[in-house]
């Protein structure tokens, strides 16, 4: 079996994919964990606060 360049674009872009898949699902788990949702609603508040709301003088 020889490895030519269209066996390697093809593994490439399955592996790719593959990898693609599973880092967007480990992103999904780790964002709607029960236990991460106190951080996100911190950092969520922490962007606009009510001191900011003001006007510069």
């Known amino acids: ?3 030519d ?3 390697l674009t093809g593994f490439s872009k399955s592996f790719g994919l ?3 898949i599973a880092m967007s699902i480990g992103v999904l788990v780790y964002t ?3 236990s991460n949702r106190k951080p996100f609603e911190h ?4 962007v606009v606060s009510d001191e900011e ?3 510069c003088l």
């Open 1 to 3: 079996m020889t490895i």
């Open 5 to 7: 360049h269209e066996m």
């Open 18 to 20: 593959f990898y693609l």
């Open 32 to 34: 709607y964990w029960p």
């Open 43 to 46: 950092a969520a508040k922490a």
């Open 53 to 55: 709301d003001r006007p």
